[in-house]
């Protein structure tokens, strides 16, 4: 029997597609295709993945509809074409990102098949479009038409590398010529607190290339952004590596890495 669905108690198995069907019929996607230095070339995500981790009355029911409130939005950006969005269209492109990364995150290998969102947080986005504790999202633009979806988990560690705090997913989604980048910070007791502060990426190129859209946003976001490239310094593969890169703080200790 297959399993329960990532978002409610119907059975998995739908087999749809990961990329709504308009965005095929909209442009002609490639994916990324990286190299790291002199190595190889590394073939990017097939534009038809499929999925088969939620259920058709999900995928055709609340799915569909925030897909829907967010066309008007994405095509524009996927064809980067200029738009300004403004905070409630923002919240919504958030939301989309957020269920797109735990669908995505859902069907990547890992130990056990445990999922790195929690049953809860995952109910509460199909019941109500709730965003996890602890998450952020930015928006960017890239110059090159292209799809995919890219995950890294890493781990909390405090004291010198001595303590475990907690864990971190992050999300790379890229289509057409936008881009979204999302970050949930799950901390362990008793480090959980009040504190509002985040893990924060070393200073990069993608400092001045994003625009964060939760949970703070600006008041409008003028469309497009300054884009990533292909290759080279400002390419996207520094947006994917951003979390890699350095030694990461946040006041919940003095010095907090991630471990991948």
Request: hydrophobic share 35%; net charge negative.
């Amino acid at each position: 029997m297959p399993p329960p669905c990532i978002f409610c108690d119907n059975e998995s198995g739908s087999e749809e597609h990961l990329w709504a069907a308009w965005m095929h019929r909209l442009i002609a996607f490639a994916p990324v295709n990286r190299q790291e230095g002199s190595g190889p070339v590394l073939i990017g995500q097939y534009p038809e993945i499929t999925i088969n981790t939620v259920c058709r009355t999900c995928n055709n029911g609340w799915m569909s509809q925030l897909e829907e409130k967010n066309v008007a939005r994405l095509k524009p950006m996927l064809l980067n074409t200029a738009i300004t969005l403004d905070p409630g269209g923002m919240k919504l492109l958030a939301e989309w990102a957020v269920k797109t990364a735990m669908v995505a995150e859902s069907i990547k290998p890992r130990n056990d098949n445990e999922n790195f969102f929690t049953r809860e947080e995952r109910i509460a986005m199909r019941e109500c479009h709730a965003i996890p504790e602890r998450t952020r999202v930015w928006i960017g633009a890239l110059t090159e038409s292209h799809i995919g979806c890219h995950g890294t988990d890493f781990t909390i560690l405090a004291d010198g590398g001595k303590t475990r705090i907690g864990t971190g997913s992050v999300s790379t989604v890229y289509v057409g010529h936008f881009v979204v980048q999302t970050v949930t910070e799950h901390l362990h007791p008793p480090y959980v607190s009040d504190d509002p502060s985040f893990i924060t990426p070393s200073p990069s190129i993608c400092d001045e290339r994003l625009t964060q859209i939760h949970p703070s946003r600006p008041r409008k976001a003028d469309w497009p952004l300054t884009p990533f490239t292909e290759y080279g310094a400002t390419g996207i593969a520094a947006l994917m590596d951003r979390w890699r890169i350095g030694e990461q703080v946040n006041k919940i200790s003095n010095a907090v890495a991630p471990k991948y």
